[in-house]
């Protein structure tokens, strides 16, 4: 089963890119985030028509999530991330799809920081904490899948030291992730390759993608029994390079099992 995650920025005004990566690329499962729409907008005819059935939580200009399969029934378990009944932004939702337990998200940018964004950032990266303890230890195949606004490590961002100060790689931000992982996710990019160079993320500005000057903050980690059944990863980093496309590349993973 080869699962996909992608911050579409903005499905319908990026409708014919997802489309075109859709049919190329062939996923069963795709994580989407920042659909930036309402509920009432999203493309779900046109998803239906590329043979996908879907779930999706929007919002009217931001944020947003969505969960797509092409042949297995979607379970939807919860959307929005608990612990804060007045956060109001559409940045989590959960499903079961073929047995595996599928969490999509997009966490805060939190820029500026340090600021009221930040400290939302870093609200949040504790609530997603709280949730993910109780789905660790799960009996069966369970994923974190979306944009984390991380980069976990130097490796993962093109020049560290020109983001010290950005939401992103600030240290508060870096140790979040790390308490995370502590719970014993595995990162599946770094479990397959532990010293390669990869981004997911191109700046439109400064011709950043030409360069390769990019960021790693799309993110797939897995609890253990996943782990065992993982088998390669990628990212389709030819999709940034098409027109009107995201400022993020499709990741996947491929995955044994049902």
Not at 36 to 59: L, R, V
Not at 91 to 119: M, Q, S, T, W
């Amino acid at each position: 089963m080869k699962i996909a995650s992608y911050n579409v920025n903005g499905v319908n005004g990026r409708l014919p890119v997802l489309l075109k990566w859709l049919s190329v690329s062939r996923p069963d499962v795709v994580c989407l985030q920042e659909l930036k729409c309402p509920d009432e907008k999203f493309p779900i005819s046109a998803i239906e028509n590329a043979g996908y059935t879907a779930i999706w939580h929007g919002q009217k200009s931001w944020n947003g999530v969505a969960i797509l399969s092409k042949k297995y029934p979607i379970t939807e378990i919860s959307r929005g991330l608990p612990g804060d009944e007045e956060d109001i932004q559409s940045r989590f939702i959960e499903a079961e799809v073929n047995g595996v337990h599928v969490c999509c998200l997009y966490l805060p940018n939190g820029n500026p920081a340090p600021g009221p964004k930040f400290d939302y950032k870093l609200e949040w990266f504790k609530r997603l904490e709280k949730r993910a303890k109780k789905l660790i230890n799960e009996k069966h195949p369970v994923l974190l899948a979306g944009d984390f606004n991380v980069m976990p490590t130097e490796l993962d961002v093109y020049k560290p030291e020109r983001w010290l100060d950005d939401a992103l790689f600030r240290p508060e931000t870096r140790a979040a992730f790390q308490k995370l992982m502590k719970q014993g996710w595995t990162d599946a990019i770094r479990a397959l390759y532990p010293d390669d160079v990869i981004y997911t993320f191109w700046d439109y500005f400064r011709n950043a993608y030409g360069r390769n000057a990019g960021l790693r903050i799309d993110h797939f980690l897995m609890n253990d029994v996943l782990t065992k059944q993982l088998k390669s990863a990628g990212v389709d980093k030819e999709v940034r390079g098409w027109e009107k496309t995201s400022d993020h590349a499709p990741v996947w993973i491929t995955v044994s099992g049902k």
